[in-house]
């Protein structure tokens, strides 16, 4: 049988979703089924004088009627406990959910809604990081001090600061002091929309004293808990089963409509369906977050950086999700992957009255690192050299550490990606070639993995086929489909197309991190990589007597075990399953995955989420642009990629996401922005938010560097955000060759670009 490992084998989830068979939570149907919709507030600040529920009993179909006086006066949240499922008193962001009706209908339920009489009171929102900071601002939540938390987490928290986590090394000040030149810049990038085909949506019944919730989720076992800090409960009294997801990106990996519908399911004793519309999802989806960072460096004489101050300040939106556990990133990605000297960090997560924000594909990381990036090539214009040969001068090399303390051993890497890069595209040559309003750039970084744990279990079926159940989904990338299911095929001797993903379930997987921060194929494939370990040698063990040999001198593949001393010598797999049935049953192993300990700096990182995360992979980026003076459209001409995967297991899918996330950061550097004014969205659609078109990306030439990684599952490291890490940056200092002016901002829109070259014929 032909190895799996390393070749482009098709997604085995692919047949059904482009024949319509895959099921996803919108068609999903029960007997007797009701449909939910959630009033909203429709202001960003707001007491709420009057709220009457009476008449939308009262409507066509309305079987119940549900508000905060309904449940649990608790708030909930996944590190600091802030959020409440329904506004009580007040409304802290337009959109914020005030009541939920279920009816026989949707039609039905959306009219009740609108029968629902609210008043509010409306105050002037703190709509921005520059109003929640200034002084005597607001006090979004004034017992911020009293909300529990995750213990074990250290939340600086005070005013209108939800986190707040500083460290410096010593001698920064005296760097500034005798520096030669001090090099400062301020960047401001906007809101990003996830995107994803399918809105949020679930299915919840209420039996027996439990709730079945059926939702597209990316960490079931995080819904679960959520959904029981909620309604006052024990985990164990929810049951998540995961459906087909249609995308996530980071937007599913915290609750929904969940709560809402499982309040309702309780309360009719019905399956109660609630799916969002695509307005309503833009509207309370928690996307990127705005952020604003501030970077200064100082420079010698012969422009080596002897100091930094790096400060990033983050628009939480009105509740903490994800964001809150991100404070370790601003330490470890202060320097991107140059050296520094001595750095002076702050993070600062900031309440508004915005819709919350939370993950998306590079959770916290593309600000930080776009920042970087953009500074870099600043830095190389004001010294007059070239911001390739800049960045190599001050490159990490190996066995060099992050400000955390974490070593990097094999840093050396982005070397190597620039040589190969170089290849293909010679840097001189592209500067050379290029025409006016043409611009080109480069940049690199590091980025590293989510570490929570994982577990997998595998079943041998009578047929010779594999299950593989955990609590992980797979979210459209393949990480499943593709990477999981052959490492299993692999270790197993198994065609592929015989190895099936089962959907997670809370009631009978073990506890798993989820589909998040490229940890699937590592993480989930290590389990599950134990768990066929085990299940081959159980085989072999099961063999061993009927063909008179040691199970040591057995081998499995292509449906057969095999004597590797005597080659003639064999016997079916379905023929030792179909035996062990009924003998001493099923043949079935389980695997789970926890990171090792890496060392850090305690003085710097005690008390974060995460004061390291395991596996860096290292990645260069090139661009080239034209920007067209009429207009202001920037066209992308070329798009280069460099990417350490460890070991590719599945070289189109990488190549895949590869051209996945590079689409959305240039989607995120030219188009992509949700504005707010006054606390509300300006872009209320997809009409209106411009998503990246395929006419505006160009085929990504995508490098794949190999470098197994010992603790990978036959040495794979994790491939999806490190693509979209970079683009921005990448993107934004392409376009600042073009026209020599700095626009130190994200998204560069048209009008953006307008601007500034008349700010260049006026200079």
């Not at 159980?538 to 080659?567: C, F, N, W, Y």
């Not at 016997?571 to 079935?588: E, N, Q, R």
């Not at 789970?592 to 850090?600: G, L, R, T, V, Y």
Request: charge should be negative; aromatic fraction near 6%; proline fraction near 7%.
């Amino acid at each position: 049988m032909p190895e799996v490992i390393g070749r482009s084998v098709p997604r085995a989830d692919g047949p059904g979703k482009v024949t319509g068979q895959t099921l996803y939570t919108a068609d999903i149907e029960h007997k007797g089924m009701l449909h939910a919709a959630i009033l909203r507030s429709p202001v960003p600040a707001g007491k709420i004088v009057r709220l009457n529920v009476d008449k939308a009993r009262q409507m066509p179909g309305v079987k119940a009627v549900v508000t905060a006086a309904d449940v649990p006066n608790v708030r909930a949240g996944w590190a600091l406990f802030d959020t409440p499922m329904f506004a009580r008193d007040e409304v802290l962001f337009e959109g914020e959910p005030i009541a939920a009706v279920a009816a026989t209908t949707l039609a039905q339920s959306r009219a009740a809604v609108a029968a629902i009489e609210l008043e509010i009171q409306e105050i002037p929102p703190v709509g921005d990081i520059d109003m929640a900071l200034a002084a005597g601002a607001r006090l979004i939540h004034p017992k911020l001090a009293q909300y529990g938390s995750v213990p074990g987490i250290v939340f600086n928290r005070e005013g209108n600061v939800a986190c707040k986590y500083a460290y410096e090394e010593p001698g920064v000040d005296e760097a500034f002091a005798r520096a030669d030149r001090i090099i400062e810049d301020t960047y401001d990038f906007g809101r990003q929309y996830q995107g994803y085909l399918e809105p949020k949506g679930t299915v919840v019944q209420y039996r027996d004293g439990r709730y079945t919730v059926q939702s597209g989720h990316q960490y079931v076992f995080n819904l679960r808990d959520r959904l029981a800090q909620f309604l006052q409960i024990k985990p164990s009294d929810v049951r998540v089963q995961g459906m087909a997801i249609g995308g996530g990106f980071g937007g599913k990996l915290d609750f929904g409509p969940e709560p809402y519908a499982a309040v309702l399911a309780k309360a009719t004793g019905k399956p109660v369906k609630l799916i969002f519309s695509r307005e309503e999802d833009l509207l309370a989806a928690t996307v990127r977050e705005g952020a604003r960072v501030r970077v200064r460096s100082a420079l010698d004489k012969d422009g080596n950086i002897i100091g930094r101050e790096f400060f990033t300040d983050h628009d939480n939106g009105a509740y903490s999700g994800e964001l809150i556990l991100m404070a370790g990133l601003a330490l470890m990605f202060c320097r991107g992957v140059y050296r520094t000297g001595p750095i002076r960090t702050q993070f600062r997560l900031i309440y508004t009255n915005t819709s919350p924000t939370g993950a998306y594909r590079g959770v916290s990381g593309v600000p930080m690192i776009s920042a970087i990036e953009c500074h870099m090539d600043h830095i190389a214009r004001e010294l007059g050299v070239d911001p390739r040969a800049y960045r190599l001068a001050h490159t990490l090399n190996n066995n060099e550490k992050l400000p955390n303390g974490q070593m990097l051993h094999d840093a050396a890497i982005l070397m190597e990606a620039y040589a190969e890069i170089e290849k293909i595209a010679p840097w001189e040559e592209m500067k050379r070639t290029k025409k006016p309003l043409e611009g080109v750039a480069i940049g690199s970084t590091v980025w590293l993995t989510n570490p929570l744990p994982a577990s997998a279990t595998v079943k041998l079926n009578e047929d010779g086929s594999a299950h593989v159940l955990s609590g992980t989904c797979d979210i459209g990338t393949g990480a499943m489909a593709q990477g999981v299911v052959g490492i299993v095929a692999q270790t197993l001797g198994l065609d592929p197309a015989n190895v099936h993903v089962v959907q997670p379930d809370t009631d009978v997987a073990a506890y798993d991190g989820g589909s998040q921060g490229s940890r699937t194929t590592r993480a989930v494939g290590r389990a599950a990589e134990h768990a066929a370990i085990e299940v081959r040698q159980k085989v072999l063990d099961a063999a061993a007597p009927l063909m008179q040999t040691e199970a040591a001198r057995l081998t499995l593949s292509g449906g057969k075990i095999h004597d590797i001393e005597d080659p003639g010598k064999a016997i079916g797999l379905t023929d030792i399953l179909m035996m062990g049935a009924f003998a001493s049953g099923p043949i079935v192993g389980t695997g789970k995955h926890a990171e090792q300990p890496i060392p850090f700096d305690p003085g710097c990182a005690a008390g974060l989420a995460f004061p390291t995360l395991p596996t860096p992979t290292y990645h260069v980026h090139m661009a080239k642009v034209a920007v067209c003076p009429m207009t202001g459209n920037v066209e992308v001409k070329r798009y280069i990629v460099a990417q350490e995967v460890g070991k590719a297991l599945n070289p189109q899918g990488i190549s895949g996401q590869i051209q996945g996330g590079v689409a959305q950061g240039i989607g995120y550097a030219l188009h992509e922005g949700l504005r707010v004014k006054d606390g509300r969205y300006m872009e209320r659609s997809l009409e209106a938010y411009r998503l990246p078109l395929a006419v505006d990306i160009p085929e990504v030439e995508a490098i794949i560097l190999e470098h197994p990684a010992d603790e990978g599952p036959f040495g794979a490291k994790g491939t999806a955000e490190p693509p979209i890490v970079l683009a921005p940056a990448v993107i934004h200092n392409a376009i600042y060759d073009a026209i020599g002016v700095p626009l130190n901002s994200i998204p560069l829109t048209p009008e953006n670009i307008l601007e500034a070259l008349e700010r260049r014929k006026s200079a």
